[in-house]
């Protein structure tokens, strides 16, 4: 994707990073830099997070967004902007049309909550006008960039220009004020990586043996694939339940800033990596690992941190927190977990909650033949369920055969643990039943 812009060749350095935080300082809050009590006692170290759901606009995007702008020249502002986001960028920009008087045309994937589009329109008001369009971010951005060929605004872009990159990067200048000193340990979530990119430049320009930590939902590993590929690479699919971190393509300004530090690759399911380093200690000062998480570990973070810490986080912004759970930090050291975003619809806590017990080995869905005759579902309940496991969904899926009926059937378990001896009283019932797994053609059609 191309840059339009009415600034001749942004860089992105330390230098570039304090500019906006100067230039940015009277309009962004200055979130919290809280210790959590829970994750330090689970992972042994002094973790924080950088509440960035705290923001007015409920996300880090603000930054990049106002910094961009607010570089334009005065024919540029006249021309009006046009930006592409699936949702957090979008706010930050209609944000900063309105408080600038600049008008904005704000094109976000057909999948934004419409929470997200309630905030775009809120913050925007009269001076922006928001197009859905695409199931995904790059389609949004698609034809954001035929708005800006046609006509001559111009291109917010939410991740892949210095400018953006470096509103984003004042997080860390906040970090390093708020805590004394350069962490040891900084996590934050990726999907297009200018954030990561802000910040790692500044970090590692003021100390060189931070470790820095990317982390990617594993159906959108748009990073990864570039660090094994070489260069950046398009995705053919990925999954948009992570909606703020589901890209397809990483900015090449990340792979750039990232790349140089010869990070470590997780082993991704969908992705050839011969780059793994093994092991399972501590992880070494200065290094750099671009990682993902599962979206159902994702869901159980961002419940755990709501029932836990009273803190509501969208999906992208839980994926820092969720990352310590596939860790090894050594004892007392000082880590930073990003929280970058809160805007997450209540309406979605359902699949939330569905999501999550599925990772957890809870909840489990099977195809029941049922014999058509008093007392079939009875023997179902006192044969083969468990004391202590419910039926969360019953279902019959097929009624015209006279001996049997098939039925989906939803089972939540007292414990995972309990998989097992389902199982064996199934399969030692008189009951035809087939299990329908996580991940098969079927199962999609549940969640």
Not at 125 to 151: F, R
Request: glycine share 10%; net charge negative.
């Amino acid at each position: 994707m191309t840059n339009p812009t009415s600034v001749q060749s942004p860089v992105l350095d330390a230098d570039a990073i304090r500019a906006a935080a100067r230039r940015i300082g009277d309009v962004v809050a200055r979130t919290p830099l809280q210790i959590n009590g829970r994750l330090s006692a689970r992972t042994g170290a002094q973790v924080y997070l950088k509440r960035e759901d705290l923001q007015s606009v409920r996300s880090y995007k603000i930054r990049g967004a106002y910094n961009s702008i607010a570089l334009l020249d005065e024919g540029a502002r006249a021309a009006g902007v046009v930006a592409a986001s699936a949702g957090n960028h979008a706010q930050g920009v209609a944000f900063a049309c309105r408080a600038m008087g600049i008008r904005g045309r704000i094109y976000v994937p057909t999948t934004t909550p419409k929470q997200k589009r309630d905030r775009i329109r809120w913050h925007g008001g009269d001076a922006i006008e928001l197009i859905a369009t695409g199931p995904t971010y790059d389609a949004a951005a698609t034809a954001a960039l035929a708005d800006v060929a046609a006509t001559g605004a111009s291109w917010i872009h939410a991740f892949d220009d210095p400018r953006t990159a470096a509103g984003q990067g004042t997080i860390a200048v906040e970090i390093v004020e708020q805590l004394g000193h350069v962490p040891d340990v900084v996590i934050v979530g990726v999907g297009g990586g200018g954030c990561l990119s802000g910040m790692t430049t500044y970090l590692r320009s003021l100390r060189e043996d931070v470790t820095i930590i990317g982390v990617e939902p594993t159906g959108a590993p748009s990073l990864a694939a570039a660090l094994l590929a070489g260069e950046p690479v398009t995705l053919s699919e990925i999954n948009s339940f992570v909606d703020g971190a589901a890209v397809k393509r990483v900015g090449n300004l990340c792979f750039s800033v990232i790349s140089a530090l010869s990070p470590t690759v997780a082993d991704h399911p969908d992705l050839p990596n011969d780059r793994t380093v093994a092991g399972s200690g501590p992880l070494p000062a200065g290094s750099a690992h671009v990682m993902h998480v599962d979206e159902g570990a994702l869901c159980s973070t961002m419940l755990e941190l709501y029932q836990d810490d009273g803190i509501i986080a969208e999906p992208a912004g839980a994926l820092s927190v969720s990352a310590l759970d596939e860790i090894t930090i050594a004892p007392d050291t000082s880590v930073v977990c990003l929280l970058s975003g809160g805007n997450n619809d209540v309406s979605r806590y359902g699949e939330i909650i569905e999501r999550s017990l599925v990772h957890r080995g809870l909840k489990h869905y099977f195809l029941v033949d049922f014999p058509q005759e008093p007392g079939a579902l009875r023997g179902f309940l006192d044969e083969v369920l468990g004391p202590d496991d419910d039926i969360t969904l019953f279902e019959y899926v097929k009624r015209n055969n006279r001996e049997v009926g098939a039925a989906l059937v939803g089972i939540e378990l007292a414990s995972a643990a309990g998989l097992p001896t389902l199982l064996e009283r199934m399969k030692q019932s008189r009951l035809t039943t087939e299990r329908l797994e996580p991940g098969s053609p079927a199962y999609r059609y549940l969640t």
